[in-house]
Nanobody, 126 residues
Framework: QVQLVESGGGLVQTGGSLRLSCAAS????????IGWFRQAPGKEREFVAA????????YYADSVKGRFTISRDNAKNTVYLQITSLKPEDTAVYYC???????????????????WGQGTQVTVYS
């Protein structure tokens, strides 16, 4: 079974940038999608961005468009989330998940994903 490992989180000042990584333990099938979600204390896990392994189609939550960029490196079995202009409200544990892509609407739904990494903490201070 594929395992996902996130990295790249940290403590960053407002306005700073981070690049998060989600490394898959082995090659992911082309019909899979990788999604990034985040969960702040006391809140539900929310969709941030997703990318299809095949074709590289990307999806973003409206709240992060223009500041977050998702990309993939097939040779490294890794998906990245570049975050710029960080705000205190971006503080959360960031998780990547994977599942088989079925239709557009499913990529934004937490329960659509059946495999998750352990998460990486992002803390933004002002």
């Amino acid at each position: 079974q594929v395992q996902l490992v996130e990295s790249g989180g940290g403590l960053v000042q407002t306005g700073g940038s981070l690049r998060l990584s989600c490394a898959a333990s082995r090659r992911t099938l082309s019909n899979y999608v990788i999604g990034w979600f985040r969960q702040a204390p006391g809140k539900e896990r929310e969709f941030v961005a997703a990318i299809k392994w095949s074709g590289g189609s990307t999806y973003y939550a409206d709240s992060v468009k223009g500041r977050f960029t998702i990309s993939r490196d097939n040779a490294k079995n890794t998906v990245y989330l570049q975050i710029t202009s960080l705000k205190p409200e971006d503080t959360a544990v960031y998780y990547c998940g994977t599942t088989v892509y079925r239709e557009y609407g499913m990529v934004v739904i937490t329960s659509s994903y059946d495999l998750w990494g352990q998460g990486t903490q992002v803390t933004v201070y002002s």
